[in-house]
């Protein structure tokens, strides 16, 4: 059948189906990219800023340890000694936990690289740590000062310096998982501005066949009479 021949109603059935079919499509199409969309923003959030908010958590409380062996350093009470190591035992344990959390979120072959020397690091402080309290506890002050000068800071650097690494691998991945999800916002607003344009388009086009098909009769008709 020529398209030209075809009954009003046939043309109204095929432009309403045209339409249909592209909305449908646009439809699909804007679900599955908003989806891409979701996953990544869900990525940035749940688990990229999750490491590096973990990772901050880790450092702040080694700083807080840090304070607190500095004070048992200073201190001439026994009881204030002893609550200051006391805490930096509770501190140290909340660090475990913590590094125990990074060990099941970070999956990327870089990530466990950078991961691998932190806890490197934290392997050679901790020992130190360890009997930089003991000395404390047993009163030997100037032997603390000692290797708190001589190792414990050294470590202490080393470790900090593998957090930091970590912290900005992170901030890295992170950025760039927020520069695609902007992407793919970018891409979704120009699919269905160029899709609504398209069927803007094709409703015009589909208008003017349909009127063109009720007009030439009637001045068919006209020119007859």
């Known amino acids: ?8 109603s046939t043309r109204l059935m095929l432009g309403f189906g045209i339409l249909t079919l592209l909305i449908v499509l646009m439809g699909a199409i804007s679900i599955v990219k908003a989806s ?3 996953e990544a923003f869900d990525k940035v959030v749940n688990d ?6 973990t990772l901050n958590t880790i450092k702040e409380d080694m700083n807080l340890m840090a304070r607190s062996l ?4 200073i201190m001439n009470d026994p009881a204030e000694i002893r609550a200051e190591i006391d805490k930096v035992e509770t501190v140290r344990k909340g660090v475990a936990e913590q590094w125990a959390v990074m060990h099941q979120k970070v999956r990327s072959a870089d990530g466990k690289a950078l991961l691998a020397k932190a806890e490197e690091a934290r392997g050679l402080y901790v020992p130190v740590h360890q009997k930089f309290v003991a000395l404390i506890g047993e009163g030997k002050s100037n032997e603390a000062k000692t290797l708190l000068l001589n ?6 650097q080393v470790y900090f310096t593998a957090v930091d690494a970590l912290v900005a691998h992170q ?3 992170m950025d760039t998982d927020a520069r695609q999800t902007a992407s793919d916002i970018a891409g979704m ?4 501005w160029g899709g609504a ?8 086009l589909m208008a003017v066949w349909i009127i063109r098909a009720i007009t030439r009769p009637l001045d068919q008709a006209v020119s007859i009479a």
Not at 48 to 53: F, G, N, P, S, T
Not at 189 to 192: D, N, R
């Open 1 to 8: 059948m020529h398209f030209n021949n075809m009954k009003i």
């Open 36 to 38: 891409f969309v979701g």
């Open 48 to 53: 990229r800023y999750a490491k590096i908010a």
């Open 70 to 73: 500095r004070n048992a350093l």
């Open 151 to 156: 190792e414990l800071r050294p470590a202490q």
């Open 171 to 173: 901030k890295e991945a």
């Open 189 to 192: 607003k120009v699919l269905m």
């Open 197 to 204: 344009a398209v069927a803007l388009l094709i409703a015009v």
